[in-house]
């Protein structure tokens, strides 16, 4: 990324700052993943939930949350979409905020492992503000959907219809996944009752394919992109792939993970956390047939993946391409400074 970067910097122009926030949340991301090797076999429980925590939760809603809002703000500029500095200002906010809500916020993984009080309540209050920065996010989305259909003759003919649908996706899941779901199990009153229960299942899958998944895809689909200009791509295999994996997300969990979650978290109120997750309760008929529910999702989800590699594979054997279709020079070009 480094060495990529590089000669981007040294020009020191109105890209700067957002190349910069790139750099340092590419820089943050496997330094902060790397507090995940600090706990060997040795360690106590203690030691290693904490550095377990430290991953899941500063990897994911900090750095790579920072990462996601530059790099998309960053495409989204070179697509003439945003203009830099209202792109720089938005990242700086939603980073500001992030980080500030986000670094404390991990206290909310440890409200009950045997911590002092405020650490509860600096916890419920700081992760609670984590929410504000996806809700805008939420909006964003909608805002980008809106000028890509008013840009939609440049931009769909250049062929980044689907790259902008996956970045949607992204604001879509954040809100959705991270956002509702998240904070559905975030206070401490919740987590009390459903902590390890199928609902942390729910929001961590939503969370995790649902933004960085759907992130992934959106810049593969970029760079290749890029990588082949001037060629038309066919639409049908990307907007199969799209809408099935999506609605194969979404169906996974409303038709299984999240009923299953939402009796457990039953059962733990009205018992005990113990018995919630006991097989005495999880392998009653009812839940046995929930579980079998997650064929229709995952199945579509796993069609969805297919479609999408054998596109891939295509660009390569050629089979991917719309000969009919092939684009004027100039089309497909994203302005380079
Ligand atoms: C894109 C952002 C996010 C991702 C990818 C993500 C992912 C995850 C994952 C994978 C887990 C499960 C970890 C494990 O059990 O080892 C988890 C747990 C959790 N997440 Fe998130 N998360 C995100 C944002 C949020 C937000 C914004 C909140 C709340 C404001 C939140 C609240 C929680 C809580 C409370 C747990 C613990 C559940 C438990 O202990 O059972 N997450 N998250
Ligand atoms: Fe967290």
Redesign the pocket.
């Known amino acids: 990324m480094w060495r990529a970067l590089v000669p981007a910097l040294k020009k020191r122009d109105e890209s700067h700052s957002l190349l910069l926030m790139f750099l340092l949340a590419s820089i943050a991301i496997p330094t902060f993943y790397s507090a995940g090797l600090f706990y060997g076999q040795r360690s106590t429980l203690v030691t290693a939930e904490y550095w377990r ?1 430290w991953v ?2 500063l990897w994911v ?1 900090g750095f790579f949350e920072v990462f996601a809002t530059v790099v998309i703000a960053f495409l989204f500029t070179r697509l003439k979409m945003l203009s830099v500095p209202s792109a720089t200002r938005a990242v700086m906010f939603s980073t500001v905020i992030y980080l500030s809500g986000g670094i404390i ?2 206290f ?2 440890l409200y009950f492992t045997g911590v002092p009080d405020y650490v509860l309540a600096l916890g419920a209050v700081f ?1 609670g503000l984590e929410v504000v920065p996806l809700v805008l996010i939420g909006f964003e989305a909608w805002e980008n959907v809106r000028m890509a259909r008013a840009r939609e003759k440049r931009l769909w003919v250049g062929g980044y219809k689907w790259p902008i649908y996956f970045f949607v996706a992204v604001g879509f899941w954040n809100f959705v996944g991270a956002g509702l779901f998240g904070f559905l199990i975030n206070p401490p009153i919740a987590l009390y009752y459903v902590q390890g229960l199928n609902t942390t299942a729910v929001h961590a899958h939503t969370a995790l394919f649902g933004v960085y998944g759907m992130l992934a895809l959106g810049l593969m689909l970029f760079c290749l992109r890029a990588l082949r200009p001037g060629t038309a791509w066919k639409e049908m295999p990307l907007s199969i792939a799209f809408w099935t994996i999506n609605v194969g997300l979404a169906l996974m969990v409303l038709l299984s993970v999240l009923p299953v979650g939402l009796l457990q978290a039953w059962a733990s109120v009205e018992v005990g956390t113990w018995y919630a997750r006991s097989s005495e309760f999880m392998q009653q008929p009812l839940l046995n047939h929930l579980r079998w529910m997650r064929m229709i999702g995952d199945t579509m989800f796993a069609f969805g993946a297919l479609v999408l590699g054998w596109f891939v594979l295509g660009l390569i054997t050629g089979h991917s391409f719309d000969k009919a279709g092939s684009l004027a020079e100039g089309e497909w070009e994203i302005k380079r400074k």
């Open positions: 925590w899941v939760h809603e916020g991990t909310h993984h992760s």
